[in-house]
């Protein structure tokens, strides 16, 4: 869409694109819901004629000139998730360039992609305004297909909305990591999680020593929403444990304990994302940290 939309001359141009893509115009660009269709379509105008527009254009369109890869990786994922899921119905794909406006959106029929989001860290491209740079790095050309399928298992994975204690936001992120896995299995850890490979080194290293920390400082059933956030919400690394430990270490745990459990038990991946008992998840797995 992103390339179709750059190259319109004229506002009747973006009136004919928006008519050949309703279901990209509706769900993603709320058309219905606008008074008048000029309203749309001058905004579009307006965005494809500004300059600054046209160089971020300009920048993914160079960074993005091979993207086969991506296209045929996602696709595979997506035939997975119709395996696991035989009634998913596969959504069609849009790529878009907005200005940082939404790096990326899901319906159960559409995905649209914000491809400037995910150009890497280079110091030369724009950057999305009021992004942490240790979040912005993480939007690099191979996150961005597990990034889409994690957001994918938001559809299938349960939880239990009256459960706010730690371990239960622990193990709903373990099982979206663990979802994204079994659709990418070849993909390693890192960019599923969004670690870089000394972070990934670093929990792997110490393991015993966060667990250890969870069990001591009694965190696993707190539900005090501040307490929770520090081991699962966005931070450049968890001070509590170590200013070398990354940020969301309680999802990276979560996602261990995921995995030992479906070790330990004949549990399916779609019984697995309708549970939503992390304290049973928990004491099924009989996890304890890899040496």
């Given at each position: 869409?992103?390339?179709?939309?750059?190259?319109?001359?004229?506002?009747?141009?973006?009136?004919?694109?928006?008519?050949?893509?309703?279901?990209?115009?509706?769900?993603?660009?709320?058309?219905?819901?606008?008074?008048?269709?000029?309203?749309?379509?001058?905004?579009?105008?307006?965005?494809?004629?500004?300059?600054?527009?046209?160089?971020?254009?300009?920048?993914?369109?160079?960074?993005?000139?091979?993207?086969?890869?991506?296209?045929?990786?996602?696709?595979?994922?997506?035939?997975?998730?119709?395996?696991?899921y035989?009634?998913?119905?596969?959504?069609?794909?849009?790529?878009?360039?907005s200005?940082f406006?939404t790096?990326?959106?899901?319906?159960?029929?559409l995905?649209?992609?914000?491809?400037?989001?995910?150009?890497?860290?280079?110091?030369?491209?724009?950057?999305?305004?009021?992004?942490?740079?240790y979040?912005q790095?993480?939007?690099?050309?191979?996150?961005?297909?597990?990034?889409?399928?994690?957001?994918?298992?938001?559809?299938?994975?349960?939880?239990?909305?009256?459960?706010?204690?730690?371990?239960?936001?622990?193990t709903?992120?373990?099982?979206?990591?663990?979802?994204?896995?079994?659709?990418?299995?070849?993909?390693?850890?890192?960019?599923?999680?969004?670690?870089?490979?000394?972070?990934?080194?670093?929990v792997e290293?110490?393991?015993?020593?966060?667990?250890?920390?969870?069990?001591?400082?009694?965190?696993?059933?707190?539900?005090?929403h501040?307490?929770?956030?520090?081991?699962?919400?966005?931070r450049?690394?968890?001070?509590?444990?170590?200013?070398?430990?990354?940020?969301?270490?309680?999802?990276?745990?979560?996602?261990?304990?995921?995995?030992?459990?479906?070790?330990?038990?004949?549990t399916t991946?779609?019984?697995?994302?309708?549970?939503?008992?992390?304290?049973?998840?928990?004491?099924?797995?009989r996890?304890?940290?890899?040496?």
């Amino acid at each position: 869409m992103d390339q179709m939309l750059f190259e319109t001359q004229s506002k009747d141009d973006i009136t004919a694109l928006l008519n050949a893509h309703p279901l990209f115009t509706e769900k993603f660009l709320n058309r219905s819901q606008l008074p008048h269709d000029s309203i749309l379509v001058n905004q579009l105008y307006a965005l494809v004629h500004d300059s600054h527009m046209d160089t971020l254009f300009q920048q993914t369109s160079r960074y993005y000139e091979e993207i086969d890869d991506v296209r045929n990786d996602l696709e595979d994922a997506l035939q997975h998730v119709k395996y696991y899921y035989p009634d998913f119905v596969i959504p069609k794909v849009y790529t878009i360039v907005s200005g940082f406006g939404t790096d990326l959106f899901a319906t159960d029929s559409l995905i649209v992609v914000g491809l400037e989001y995910f150009m890497g860290d280079d110091p030369d491209l724009y950057k999305p305004a009021g992004l942490p740079e240790y979040m912005q790095r993480r939007y690099q050309k191979n996150t961005l297909v597990p990034m889409v399928l994690t957001l994918i298992s938001e559809k299938y994975n349960q939880a239990d909305r009256l459960d706010n204690s730690l371990i239960s936001e622990m193990t709903y992120y373990g099982k979206a990591y663990y979802f994204t896995k079994q659709m990418l299995p070849c993909t390693p850890d890192s960019l599923i999680i969004g670690y870089t490979s000394e972070e990934m080194r670093t929990v792997e290293s110490y393991q015993k020593s966060i667990w250890a920390h969870f069990v001591d400082k009694q965190l696993l059933y707190e539900t005090n929403h501040f307490e929770v956030t520090r081991y699962v919400g966005e931070r450049p690394f968890v001070g509590e444990i170590s200013r070398s430990c990354p940020g969301r270490v309680g999802r990276w745990v979560g996602w261990e304990i995921v995995r030992k459990y479906m070790e330990e038990t004949d549990t399916t991946l779609p019984e697995l994302m309708a549970m939503t008992d992390g304290k049973k998840l928990l004491e099924q797995s009989r996890y304890r940290p890899r040496e």
